[in-house]
């Protein structure tokens, strides 16, 4: 190839060059690249008007010049352009800004600006088809050469020099700035106070980092935070990251500097801490136990407005314990909640339904009852065979109720009328068959109890006493007397008086009456409670007893099963009598319980009889040590043949409840554990016995029953 070329050179002064020269290169393309710099003085730059080829690029270096268009600062620019122009700031640490004062474009003719050396740069903006505009532009911080690259590109490219546009082109400014710190606009951190309500938390300051630097590079700058804007612009006393406010809200002031040029930027956001609810005064609820069961159902639906007091940004839930409180764990989801202790304690969060913020209470609710001293329970009320039964009801009152005066108590036979306070029963209340009645308690914490419990009439045919006794006597002038006269009747119930005929016993006033002599007697009974009196009589007479009566008793210490069989040689028929209560004239009895026994071979003439005692060891299956004196002590059951060396009590967890030995053991386990009553549960023993000189161990289950 042989080529002329020609290269005009404009420099920054107005001052045109022209070079010519050949170019012969044999199938080679040859690339011209010039740079121009210009330091220390104010200049002006024209855009070339094409050079856009690899190798022509021009670099311009500089911080204070005038940037025109290839027409310069007094002509119109021409068509054919297509050029290319890279400025460069003379301080590296700096940025290229160029700003437009005036510029004027033929459509589609595109000024376009590049945040970078090249092309490849990302574009900061473009200036077309416009009249009369105005646009800024600068190296981005990102941006670390801090130079900007510019195209001019117009149609026609290879028109003629002199062939001139209408449009004047641009005017603009050049200078340097150092980088500019970008700084993030922080928001405010927000936090709920605890429950103790102290008004400060630790705020964890570093959660704006991220967002002040603004996608800068952390490795270039340093954030602190200060207490006062003065602070921040000294960068002095920087605080922690985990910061605990003094106020609420309260100002801290970031300071973002940059590590190589110690620039920064200063910004504030606020730390806000949402106040917990105030939680409403502490007032117990009381519950009345209406019916008198020892139980109440509080009612949350009915507690809930009490807490919110008509705030409709609070919630409240309910909790069984404070750790489910505090980590809002296993609400309770049923609103009816029954206790059986006087005072009961349920927790609750009240939240702030808009921030989150909760505080932590308890409520409490008391069982409220009459000071009762047995309970209202089933009674039976004696009368004669034909006669009504007779309840004093005042009496009742006073009996079953503690400081009776403080309240008001009626009598009815239906629940409605106890409800309306209707057709009270008189105070001497007298029935003839058993009958519910509903006692109503007035006067206690504005409540009103009603329990139903039941009168039933009994009769004194109920008693243990036979019609008639009889005392046998022997050819020898023995006799098998005394003869004990058993009531049956329970001793803390009734008043007793025995009578021989018509004539008073001195000092007899028992149940029960042993006697020798023959004759009538009589037993006059008075019921404590319903005052009803009632007399007894039977006879007690002497009668022979024959010779040659045996009898062979079988029996199993500790068997679940005891037989006990009995044998008489002489005349019969013999009937066999068991303590008393059972009998039959074979003489075999099964499941004999454990306890002391009397086998009795009666002759049909009622006298020839011979008795053999014995004694099952056992133990009852339960007691009720409620100082009634019935089955208030727990013991084995023995005779003389068992010797027990040790007895002790379980509770059914193996827990070790008592220990008795010598004669503790004959006393029994008085439901007492170091003074403490047990409950009602079941409850094991083991014990150690001799029997027939050999060593036996035990072992069952009863019950404590209150």
Not at 56 to 80: K, P, W
Not at 346 to 371: K, M
Not at 542 to 547: C, H, Q, R, S, Y
Request: aromatic share 10%; hydrophobic share 35%.
């Amino acid at each position: 190839m042989n080529k002329e070329l020609k290269m005009r050179i404009d420099n920054v002064m107005g001052t045109k060059n022209t070079i010519a020269f050949h170019l012969v290169v044999p199938n080679l393309f040859f690339f011209l690249f010039i740079s121009l710099k210009i330091h220390g003085q104010s200049t002006d730059i024209i855009m070339p008007r094409y050079n856009n080829s690899p190798g022509f690029e021009l670099t311009v270096t500089t911080c204070e010049a005038n940037f025109y268009d290839s027409g310069g600062s007094s002509e119109n620019y021409r068509y054919g352009n297509n050029a290319i122009i890279t400025i460069c700031p003379e301080n590296p640490n700096e940025r290229i800004n160029i700003d437009f004062t005036n510029y004027d474009l033929q459509a589609s003719h595109v000024l376009q600006i590049y945040d970078g050396l090249d092309t490849t740069a990302s574009t900061l903006g473009s200036i077309s088809n416009a009249l009369s505009g105005t646009a800024f532009f600068r190296a981005s911080y990102g941006n670390a050469t801090g130079c900007l690259t510019l195209t001019f590109i117009t149609s026609s490219t290879f028109a003629e020099p002199n062939d001139d546009t209408s449009y004047s082109g641009w005017r603009a400014l050049v200078f340097c700035t150092p980088p500019i710190i970008d700084i993030g606009n922080p928001e405010d951190l927000v936090l709920n106070d605890d429950i103790s309500g102290d008004g400060t938390e630790l705020f964890n300051l570093q959660r704006n980092t991220n967002t002040i630097l603004n996608t800068q590079n952390p490795e270039d700058f340093t954030v602190t935070y200060h207490l006062s804007l003065i602070q921040a612009e000294s960068g002095i006393n920087p605080l922690d990251l985990l910061f605990g406010n003094t106020s609420n809200p309260q100002t801290i002031y970031a300071r973002l500097e940059n590590r190589h040029t110690g620039e920064f930027a200063t910004t504030s956001f606020r730390l806000v801490l949402n106040e917990i609810p105030s939680l409403p005064p502490i007032q117990t609820i009381y519950v009345c136990d209406t019916d008198l069961d020892g139980t109440i159902v509080a009612n949350l639906d009915e507690t809930e407005p009490l807490i919110l007091e008509d705030n409709a940004n609070l919630a409240v839930t309910f909790f069984a314990d404070m750790d489910n409180v505090l980590e809002n764990e296993n609400p309770l989801t049923d609103n009816q909640i029954q206790f059986a202790q006087t005072e009961n304690t349920i927790y609750y969060r009240l939240t702030d339904v808009q921030t989150g913020a909760f505080a932590v209470g308890s409520q409490q609710f008391n069982l409220i009852s009459p000071p009762l001293n047995r309970g209202f329970n089933d009674i039976e009320v004696c009368r004669d065979l034909n006669a009504e039964a007779v309840i004093d009801l005042a009496a009742l009152s006073q009996n079953e109720i503690t400081d009776i005066d403080s309240f008001a108590i009626s009598y009815h036979e239906s629940l409605i009328d106890a409800e309306n306070e209707d057709n009270k029963l008189p105070p001497i209340f007298i029935f003839d068959k058993e009958i519910t009645v509903y006692v109503r308690i007035n006067g206690f914490e504005s409540c009103v109890f009603i329990k139903s419990f039941q009168l039933k009439p009994t009769s004194i045919i109920k008693s243990g006493m036979v019609e008639s006794y009889t005392i046998c006597q022997f050819k020898d002038g023995s006799n098998t007397g005394p003869v004990v006269i058993n009531s049956g009747l329970n001793a803390n119930d009734f008043d007793f008086q025995w009578f021989l005929e018509d004539t008073p016993l001195d000092g007899e006033t028992s149940p029960m009456l042993s006697v020798l002599e023959p004759g009538t007697y009589k037993l006059a009974i008075t019921n404590s409670l319903s005052g009803c009196g009632y007399t007894l009589e039977t006879s007690v007479r002497l009668a022979e007893v024959p010779d040659n009566v045996e009898l062979k008793i079988e029996a199993k210490p500790f068997s679940n099963s005891n037989k006990i069989t009995a044998t008489v040689n002489g005349d019969g028929p013999y009937t066999y009598e068991l303590s008393g209560l059972e009998s039959n004239t074979t003489g075999v009895f099964f499941n004999v319980p454990a306890g002391p026994h009397s086998i009795t071979a009666i002759n049909s003439n009622g006298c020839s009889s011979v008795t053999e005692r014995l004694f099952i060891i056992g133990y009852p299956k339960f007691f009720t040590p409620n100082q009634d004196f019935h089955n208030d002590n727990w013991n084995i059951q023995i005779n003389p043949g068992i010797n027990i060396q040790s007895l002790r009590i379980f509770n059914r967890y193996g827990r070790l409840m008592a220990e008795l030995k010598g004669d503790s053991v004959a006393v029994g386990w008085d439901g007492l554990t170091n003074g403490t009553p047990m409950p009602a549960d079941t409850y094991w023993f083991q014990v150690d016995f001799t029997y027939n000189q050999e060593n036996y161990t035990n072992s069952g289950y009863f019950a404590l029953m209150r």
